[in-house]
Each structure stands twice: as C-alpha cells, then as structure tokens.
C-alpha cells in the first residue's frame, strides 16, 4: 500500500504520455492529469513523506502542512483551469511544458530541504521558458533567451547560497533561515529575483507578454507565487521586505499605468500584487503571514482569470495594444463580463477574492501601527482598480469601436474562465472556505460595515476621477524603459565604449612604448637572447614533459562514456570523502 | 436575457448612470459620518470620508508620477530596441 503521492507524479510524467494520444482521448487525458494532481492534494495528510538519502543528503519530497498544502491546492487548480483553457491548442510541446512546470512548482512547494528545492526551481525554469518560445516569433525567442539567462543567474545564486550555508551549518534544511551572513542573502536574493523584486523584475514583465496565449496563463501563476511560499517558508519576519514589498506594490502600479500592451500591463501588476504579499511576508506576524497565504491564493484564481480575459482579446483581435482596442463589448460580452470579474476581484471590491484577502495584509500593517506602509499599500490599491478595473475596461471593451469584430473565443476558454471567475466570486462571500485553510487560526472579519463603506468611498472616488480624465489616460504607442534596458541596450553601449575609449587609449600606449624603447635597441637584442635560450628553453622543456606525460595518459584512455563518468562519480567519491576528514 | 443587450442598454443611458454614480459617491460620505468605529490603529480611521479623499488624491499623485516619469525620462518609440 502506497501511503502517499507526489502529485507531480501525474504532472511531470504523465505529460511524456501526451504525444501518444489523439482527439478526444489526448483532451480527457489533459484534464485528467491535473483533476488527479488537485484530489491528490485534496487527499493528503499532514506529515513528512518521501525521504530519500542520497551521496549523504537527506531530500525530503513531500513535506505536508497547512502552508505547503494551501499553496499546493492553489497551484493545482491553475494548472486544471490552465489546462482547460489551453485545450484547443494542438501543440504537445506547449502542454507538456506548462503540466511539467506545474508540476515542479508543486515539487517546489512540497521539497523539504533546499536541494530538492533547487531541482524543482531549475526544472521550473527550464520548462517555462517553452511556453515563451513555443510562440515562434522572433520577439519570443529573443525574451525567452532574455528569460532564461536571468533565471540562469538567479540559479547559480540560489545554489551558492545553499551551498555555502551546507559548508558552513552542515545543513540544507529548508526552514525559517538563522544568522545573517552570506548564504542568508545569497538565498535570498535568488528567491527575490523569482519573486520579480525590483531590482530584480525585469524578466516578467519582458517576457510574459511574449508567450503563448494560454502558456501566459500558467506563467502569471506559478514563478512568481512558488518563490512568496518560499519567501514565506525561510524568511518571514525579515523587516528589509516590509520595504521592498511596499516599495515593489507601487512600482508595478506607475508602470503599469505607462503601458500599452495589455499582458504587459497585467505582468506590472503581478509585480504589484507579489508586491503586498512580501511586505506581508517581511511583517511576519500570524495575521500577515495568513494575508500573504490568503492573497497569493486569491491571487493566483484572478490573476489567471485577467491572462485569459487578455489572451481571449489576442486571440480573437490579433491585436495587444491598448491604442488599438476599443468597443469590443458588443462582440464579446461573455469575455468581458467575466474579465470584469477578476477585475473586481484583483480591485478588492467588497464581495469578490481580493477584498477578503489583500485587506488581511494591510490590516497587517495596521496592527503593526506601521503608518507609512498602510497608506503607500492602500495607495497601491488605488492603482490596481485605476488600471485593471478602469483603464483596461474602458479602451480596450468599451471606448471608441477600433473596428475589430472579433466573435467569443472557443468554448473551452470561456469555460475555464468561468471556473475562475465562480472560485473569484465564492471566496468573496463565503472567505471562511480559503480562511480554513491558511497556516495560522483566523480571527478576522473582513465585512464590517466600516470595513466595506471605507472600501467602497476609496474604489469609487478613484472611479470619478478616471471618468473625469478618461479622454487622457488612454494606451500611447510607445515603449517604457526598465531594469532590462541593461542588459539589452547597456551591453551594447558598453561594446560602443570599449571600441571608441578603451581601444583608442590602448593604442595610445602601445605608441608610446614603442618610442620610448626605439631607442634601447642594444638593450632589446640582449633580451631577445634571453628569450630565446632561457624563457623558450624552459616552455619547451615544459611542453616535452607534457607530450610525454599526455602519451602515458593515452593509454588509460579508452574513449568509452560509460568509464569516463565511473572516473568522475569515483574522484568526486574520493573528494568528498577528503573533505569529511 | 442576453449579456450583449444589457451592456448596450447601459452604455446608451450613460447620463442616467452618471447621475446614479455621483448620488451613491454623496450616500457613501453620509453614510460614513454614522458608522461606529471601534478598531481604529490610526487617527485618520476617526475622520468620516477621510477614504474617499484619499482615493482621489491617490488617484491624482499615481496619474501625474507615472505620465511625468513616462513624458521626460522613460518613454520610447516602440522600435527602440528594435534598432
């Protein structure tokens, strides 16, 4: 008898089964494999499972408590929404893809220790990056290869860190981090940069709006929110975040307000809303760490709800931009019925997810008598309804008709829209369904009639405001700079300075000792001498014993694979074991 | 009935909806001066309408940052990456 299951079981390796399926079998089977995922979360115990000992590590696969269990619900529902969405598609590579790096962010949520931790945030980063490249346009190709260099760097980071604090506290437990020396940071650094902090964000909102239509659905769930559980789990109470988090809630809101392209737009304020999660997380408190659970969880159903809304317009208009848009609402009135309610959800609008959720957070600060954090996140709020609840609405489904015509997307994408839009809605009346599953015991009402009105006053006014501006806040055909200009336009500039400084100044010197030792020439043919007998004499002495040396090796070497990696798996044995004595 | 209808219908009685929208935005402030108010954490949670003036202000400071920023320093043309 089996006692438990690794639900990335069913993710991971049941997807290589997808290429050997057709029709309507290959679509059962692509909701089947998440709807198992999701009821074996709904089925597991709380515990310590799936301990494995290798080369002297302990990996620890399944640990189950409330935290890993709240997010793992979560991240299985994107992943059967996702996969419902994306049911049209005919591209096994893309479904493949997106139920791989589900299923290592489910891994990920469920590693005990950091090594299995690292495994799956790699395999996340391997896999997602298929989803931007699987668009084949040359603009995905290039932000994939931008994408995937980042996370690559993030990575070497992430295992740095662990790396040093195994040397250091002989240690890889994934657990609540002591001291404060460099593996401290390393770490956490290398779960900043997944988490999109500024500095440290530019790859989401360059990338995401490059992928696929329905892989952008599971990239705005997945990165992100694995790296606030991760976040959660090693850091909380890490006053540095309270600031970042704030800091990072209003970043995503001004530049948000700068875009054009709407997925672009929706990827500032995924920035946004991680933003109030890692303040949450930097407060630490039960309350905050339950608001960061909570909103992460409502996060991930609306986010994904908004993705689709934005997918259903490409997909149907051909179009991204905000300038382009406009008076869609009378050819897809299902869309935007449905966009509006994770708009209304994301907005903290009394009765949708948000408004349960994102409120424990800054309550958090409240508590916390944290006056400057409470207004600047109750500022980010404002933001959030300007540009998703207002601005999004009204140039791209209401506005002046750009002349688009497009029908309602396929029925399969308006289903799981539907499903998101339901769970947006029934965490908004009835909060106590996700408040029975956050970390901490809840003791906190979110509809008090204080609560709902003060709600109410700061939505609405922000509403009058934008009627009143409206004519001046439309999508303007340009592009905004970010943290990526670096490493796109500054790598170049920096070629342009070593050409036009660097070498003209090398140059420089190069004629300068040359005039100044024109005159030594006697001095030079006695230094040819000693280069000639001393210096040659010695290299190519040197080289005869490497010949000869290479032509003993030569027969140890038989050129088969297999004897190689005994070599190596054996020295790296040998070396290990030196460095435990 | 149909979704498409009624968000036509409401489009077309714009006027009717503005003047809907500013009675409740009054109500909303009246209503404030009533509440009771137990849990407050900061002397602004006293003052009734108090969230109604700063989600304006809120509004007004995100408006004029991000097109000041957008206007002098961050904008682009849309092929400047292409160049």
Redesign the interface.
């Known amino acids: 008898m089996i006692d438990w299951i690794h639900p990335s079981v069913f993710l991971i390796f049941g997807a290589l089964l997808i290429p050997f399926l057709r029709g309507r079998v290959q679509r059962i089977y692509i909701v089947l494999l998440p709807a198992l995922a999701l009821l074996t979360v709904m089925l597991m115990s709380p515990g310590v499972h799936g301990v494995v000992h290798f080369l002297g590590f302990e990996l620890i696969f399944g640990r189950v408590d409330k935290l890993s269990l709240a997010f793992a619900y979560v991240f299985s529902c994107a992943a059967l929404i996702g996969a419902t969405y994306a049911l049209h598609v005919k591209d096994n590579g893309q479904h493949i893809a997106a139920f791989v790096y589900a299923g290592s962010s489910l891994g990920a949520t469920f590693a005990g220790d950091l090594l299995t931790l690292f495994v799956f945030w790699e395999l996340m980063a391997f896999a997602s990056v298929w989803l931007i490249w699987s668009r084949r346009v040359q603009a995905s190709i290039e932000a994939g290869y931008r994408y995937l260099l980042v996370h690559a760097v993030g990575g070497v980071v992430l295992l740095a860190g662990i790396v040093i604090l195994y040397v250091t506290t002989k240690s890889t437990r994934f657990d609540v981090m002591q001291g404060q020396g460099p593996a401290f940071y390393l770490i956490l650094i290398g779960f900043m940069l997944n988490a999109a902090v500024p500095p440290l964000h530019a790859w989401l909102t360059d990338a995401y709006p490059e992928a696929t239509v329905t892989g952008a659905v599971f990239l705005s769930a997945f990165t992100t929110k694995t790296a606030v559980y991760a976040l959660i789990r090693a850091y909380p109470g890490t006053e540095l975040l309270i600031w970042m988090g704030t800091f990072m809630a209003l970043y995503g809101?001004?530049?948000a307000?700068?875009s054009n392209d709407i997925r672009r737009l929706l990827g500032y304020h995924i920035i946004s809303q991680v933003g109030f999660m890692v303040a949450a997380v930097g407060m630490g408190t039960a309350l905050a760490i339950n608001g960061a659970v909570a909103h992460a969880f409502a996060h991930i159903l609306y986010k994904g709800l908004l993705f689709m809304g934005a997918g259903a317009i490409i997909q149907m208009t051909g179009q991204s931009k905000l300038s382009e848009l406009g008076g869609l609402?009378?050819w897809m009135?299902?869309t935007?019925?449905l966009y509006m309610i994770g708009a209304f959800s994301i907005s903290a609008f009394p009765l949708f997810s948000g408004f349960v959720s994102k409120s424990m957070e800054i309550s958090a600060a409240?508590?916390m008598?944290l006056?400057w954090i409470?207004?600047l996140l109750?500022?980010a709020s404002?933001?959030t309804f300007?540009c998703l609840g207002l601005k999004i609405p009204y140039y791209a489904f209401?506005g002046k008709d750009c002349g688009a015509r497009p029908a309602e997307p396929p029925r399969n994408m308006l289903v799981a829209m539907g499903i998101a839009a339901f769970l947006c809605i029934f965490i908004g009346v009835y909060p106590a369904w996700l408040y029975d599953k956050l970390p901490n015991p809840v003791d906190y009402h979110p509809y008090t009639?204080?609560h709902v009105?003060?709600?109410?006053?700061?939505?609405?006014?922000?509403?009058?405001?934008?009627?009143m501006?409206r004519k001046k806040?439309g999508g303007?055909?340009?592009?905004?700079?970010?943290i990526d200009w670096f490493y796109?336009?500054g790598a170049g500039l920096f070629m342009q300075f070593v050409y036009r400084v660097v070498v003209p100044i090398e140059n420089w010197f190069i004629q300068v000792y040359r005039y100044v030792f024109r005159g030594n020439l006697a001095l030079g043919i006695k230094g040819l001498w000693l280069d000639k007998n001393v210096i040659d004499g010695a290299v190519n002495a040197i080289a005869a014993v490497v010949v000869r040396g290479a032509g003993a090796l030569r027969q140890v070497q038989t050129g088969q694979l297999q004897q190689y990696a005994l070599v190596m798996v054996g020295s790296l044995l040998i070396l290990s074991l030196y460095s435990l004595f | 009935m149909d979704i498409g209808k009624i968000l036509e219908n409401l489009v077309n009685n714009a006027k009717t909806l503005k003047r809907i929208g500013f009675a409740v935005l009054a109500l909303l402030v009246v209503i404030d001066f009533f509440l009771p108010r137990h849990h407050s954490h900061f002397f602004w949670d006293d003052i009734p309408g108090f969230s109604a003036v700063f989600g304006l202000v809120s509004f007004v400071l995100i408006v004029v940052v991000s097109k000041t920023l957008g206007h002098y320093w961050l904008g682009r043309s849309e092929d400047y990456y292409n160049d």
């Open positions: 809101v001004v530049f307000m700068l609402y009378r009135p299902v935007f019925v409240g508590e008598h006056p409470w207004l109750t500022l404002v933001g300007l209401i009639p204080t009105i003060w709600a109410l006053q700061i939505l609405l006014f922000t509403g009058m405001g934008f009627f501006l806040l303007a055909r340009k592009i905004t700079l970010d796109r336009k």
